[in-house]
């Protein structure tokens, strides 16, 4: 893989109940490689995804967004 893909993260998580454009902290693309990658947000509480908004058919599109918390 080597595709540019979006990326986001997000006060409420896309789709569920209060997600509004003003809920959105910040929204671009990245490019993702095949193999192991990892990106780094720096967020005290949020949610963030890749492809948060279901944009390629997945298996699996529930495990897009996930929930973050500030240690």
């Known amino acids: 893989m080597n595709e540019t893909v979006p990326v986001g993260a997000f006060l409420v998580e896309p789709g569920k109940r209060g997600f509004g454009?003003?809920?959105?902290?910040?929204?671009?693309?990245a490019t993702i490689h095949g193999g192991s990658q990892t990106l780094n947000l720096i967020l005290d509480r949020a949610f963030a995804?890749?492809?948060p908004y279901n944009e390629w058919i997945?298996?699996?599109?529930?495990?897009?967004?996930?929930?973050?918390s500030g240690g």
């Open 49 to 51: 995804g890749i492809g």
């Open 58 to 68: 997945d298996r699996n599109s529930d495990d897009n967004v996930t929930g973050v």
């Open 21 to 29: 454009k003003s809920k959105t902290l910040s929204y671009g693309n």
